[in-house]
């Protein structure tokens, strides 16, 4: 199926730009669970081609500056999933676990290929991540029920500890206070999930024993913790509700933006960054109060159509000192980003030096594209504004 094309955003496209900080040939990006690029702690990963090798390399994001180089046979370009201060990079031999900080290699282990970042205990040194189940050896071409788990590794060594196998669709993983939180769906069809809801499971993180579950009207893809407060979580679906997580209760809920399922680039997740909670809806901006939900800042996105029911390419985050930073696809053409400051306010814009398939990431008031030209491609990051 031919995906719809999306309604431009872009009339003319702006005259500026934004500053370059920095740029890097001979890179390829590292695919990461939500962005092109794997980015923790200031550093960016990424593969460099070494003939006959690869080497993954960790650039500062503000200055470019390689901060270390580790060589690895040719595999492609392995996807890399966060956990915690290691990459997991998912080798052909196992998955390695690298010091994003150092470089150094803490070990290599047998596991399932990570569906996204881990979840992390810190305290404990526990990770816990989504997997697909194999096929029973023997059975591959039989039909199977599709079974997801969640698997919990220590990550000191690597050593399994835990795993919860499920045919049920959906599995969204947090954790809160020492404690992992599993909400599943009560049904193995997707598109029953928001009707039939999920069960919300209290877990142990060493041991994985349950302490308590409770159902929950959600239809959560992914959580996220109360930042300071153990005690409550963001569930981000077809809408977003701050829940409890002692009993389920459902202070407030929101609208989500539309899902993009179609695209180069996944749909980047609506989250909590630095302490707010900014969303990007088809024509609006809105950044949330996290206690009531209510609307305490907006800003209309200049060109867009406001009765458009297809959702749209964007990527949204807060700005740093306020407001918030827009990258909006301009369909083929160089993708255009906004900057919003005073709630209502008319926005700063300028156009990317790329198009919105090839923007990497958008962390720490940096924007990394891969820009390609007659004599390659260069691994560039711009100043937000």
Request: glycine share 10%.
């Amino acid at each position: 199926m031919t995906p719809p094309r999306p309604i431009s955003t872009v009339k003319a496209a702006p005259s500026g730009g934004l500053r370059l900080l920095w740029s890097v040939r001979g890179l390829m990006d590292a695919p990461s669970a939500y962005m092109r690029v794997a980015v923790h702690g200031g550093l960016m990963l990424a593969w460099a081609y070494e003939p006959p090798k690869t080497a993954l390399v960790a650039l500062d994001l503000r200055t470019g500056q390689e901060r270390w180089r580790m060589p690895m046979p040719t595999e492609g370009r392995p996807e890399i999933a966060l956990a915690g201060d290691l990459a997991l990079v998912q080798r052909t031999i196992g998955v390695t676990a690298i010091d994003v900080a150092t470089g150094r290699q803490r070990w290599t282990r047998r596991l399932c290929g990570f569906r996204g970042d881990l979840t992390t205990v810190t305290d404990k040194r526990v990770g816990v991540g989504r997997c697909g189940v194999p096929e029973p050896p023997g059975e591959e071409h039989k039909w199977h029920p599709q079974m997801s788990m969640a698997i919990a590794i220590d990550l000191t060594d690597g050593r399994e500890l835990w795993r919860r196998e499920t045919t049920a669709a959906g599995l969204a993983i947090t954790a809160a206070g020492g404690i992992v939180y599993l909400a599943v769906g009560n049904t193995p069809y997707l598109n029953q999930v928001k009707n039939k809801g999920v069960t919300v499971s209290a877990l142990d993180a060493r041991s994985g024993i349950v302490r308590r579950s409770y159902l929950l009207a959600a239809d959560p893809d992914h959580i996220q913790p109360f930042p300071g407060d153990a005690t409550r979580a963001l569930f981000f679906g077809s809408d977003i509700a701050a829940v409890s997580l002692a009993d389920g209760r459902v202070w407030w809920r929101k609208p989500a933006p539309l899902p993009l399922n179609w695209g180069v680039l996944p749909f980047p997740r609506t989250e909590v960054r630095d302490g707010r909670l900014v969303v990007g809806y088809e024509s609006q901006v809105r950044e949330l109060d996290l206690r009531s939900g209510a609307t305490i800042a907006s800003w209309d996105i200049p060109w867009a159509d406001k009765s458009a029911s297809q959702p749209v390419r964007q990527l949204t985050r807060p700005a740093p000192g306020g407001g918030a930073l827009v990258i909006k696809d301009a369909w083929q053409q160089p993708a255009v980003a906004f900057q919003f400051g005073k709630s209502g306010a008319a926005p700063t814009v300028a156009a990317l030096e790329a198009n919105y398939e090839f923007v990497m990431a958008v962390e720490e008031g940096v924007v990394v594209v891969l820009k390609q030209d007659g004599t390659g491609a260069a691994m560039q990051g711009y100043a937000a504004f």
